[in-house]
């Protein structure tokens, strides 16, 4: 079974900068289109950034537009999560995802995660 393990997070100021890479392993990683989602304390977890299997094409949600860019290298196994301009309501538990059915923007929809990484900006 496909193993997802997210690394990076940390507590950051306001404005500040951090990148989130996912490592998976037990597949192949060109095989899946991934992505981020985040969990803040009480809250849903919510859709952040997809990618397809080749990184043609990324998706956003919009309150992080402009701000987070997804990315991957199928050669490293390895996707990521660039996060510039941070807030603090971006503050939450960013976990990595593969392989959606359905709706990528639903959390039900995909199959594989990983244990989260915690994110915290400071104001």
């Known amino acids: 079974q496909v193993q997802l393990v997210e690394s990076g997070g940390g507590l950051v100021q306001a404005g500040g900068s951090l990148r989130l890479s996912c490592a998976a392993s037990?597949?192949?990683?060109?095989?899946?289109?991934m992505g981020w989602f985040r969990q803040g304390p009480g809250k849903e977890r919510e859709f952040v950034a997809a990618?397809?299997?080749?990184?043609?094409?990324?998706f956003y949600a919009d309150p992080v537009k402009g701000r987070f860019t997804i990315s991957r290298d199928n050669a490293k196994n390895t996707v990521y999560l660039q996060m510039n301009s941070l807030k603090p309501e971006d503050t939450a538990v960013y976990y990595c995802a593969a392989d959606p059915d359905g709706d990528y923007k639903s959390a039900l929809a995909w199959d594989y995660w990983g244990q989260g990484s915690q994110v915290t900006v400071s104001s």
């Open positions: 037990g597949g192949t990683l060109s095989s899946y289109p």
């Open positions: 990618i397809t299997s080749s990184g043609g094409s990324t």
